[in-house]
């Protein structure tokens, strides 16, 4: 102990006594707490991803909310300024449960009541369609997956706005339906299917997926399209709940007109 005492406080000494051995002692002790600093800093970030990808969600609804419902401010002449212009709010949520081998596939969400979610909400993934919000509980929320057979949703092709019901047919978790497209409808194989706009649930123009094959049936002069899905729909994590805020508004005024 006496030894190891007496080498310390002479190893103290020349370092300080000498600045080439300060320098190398300093250098050293940098590296070796660097290296240490790193590896928390790594272990940390990657500790951190959850909080990380929470934020990254909440920016992407941000922008999202952005994109649904820009309007084109230079044709108009009359602005009311209490009216905001922002129809469409998105909600983050997470999928912790899926169904996609059944034929009338349902997710559960992280989402429910106290976070203001209601039945007929639309529900999209950063990669386009999944489905329409069915039940709520308090913190839950049950939607009707796009690979469900008793799904119906108005879709259109991107290039011609010709328009139809998108449907599954209850075979590939990859593939689902549009029919009543018209016959003079421009088809071509790998074309981009939109949502139409033309329900008070999903605003115009989330993307669906891409034509993958199409044929006609010839009773009805209607195409039956079969469109690859761009969402992966077995592998779901991250989406976003619809919220169209006129949505009461406009469906009294169709129940109205029906009547």
Not at 72 to 91: A, E, N, V
Not at 216 to 226: A, E, F, G, K
């Amino acid at each position: 102990m006496l030894y190891l005492l007496l080498f310390s406080l002479a190893f103290v000494f020349t370092i300080q006594s000498h600045s080439y051995h300060k320098s190398k002692f300093i250098n050293s002790a940098n590296f070796l707490s660097g290296g240490i600093y790193n590896s928390i800093n790594d272990a940390s970030e990657y500790l951190n991803l959850r909080t990380q990808n929470t934020l990254l969600q909440e920016e992407n609804n941000q922008l999202k909310s952005i994109l649904f419902n820009k309007t084109d401010t230079i044709s108009k002449t009359f602005i009311d300024s209490t009216y905001s212009g922002t129809s469409y709010k998105f909600s983050p949520a997470v999928v912790i449960k899926n169904s996609y081998s059944l034929s009338n596939n349902v997710l559960l969400l992280n989402k429910g009541r106290r976070d203001s979610i209601q039945q007929d909400f639309g529900v999209v993934s950063p990669k386009g369609l999944v489905g329409i919000v069915d039940k709520t509980s308090k913190k839950y929320a049950t939607v009707i997956s796009i690979l469900n057979t008793s799904s119906r949703i108005s879709a259109q092709l991107k290039k011609s706005n010709h328009f139809g019901s998108l449907i599954w047919n209850g075979k590939s978790p990859y593939l689902v339906q549009l029919t009543e497209i018209p016959k003079i409808a421009p088809i071509v194989v790998g074309d981009t299917i939109i949502t139409s706009g033309r329900s008070s649930i999903f605003p115009k123009n989330i993307p669906i997926g891409t034509i993958d094959s199409f044929n006609l049936d010839t009773s009805q002069n209607y195409y039956v399209i079969h469109i690859r899905l761009f969402n992966d729909m077995t592998s779901l994590e991250h989406v976003y709940i619809i919220e169209n805020k006129d949505a009461n508004e406009i469906n009294a005024l169709i129940n109205n007109t029906n009547e």
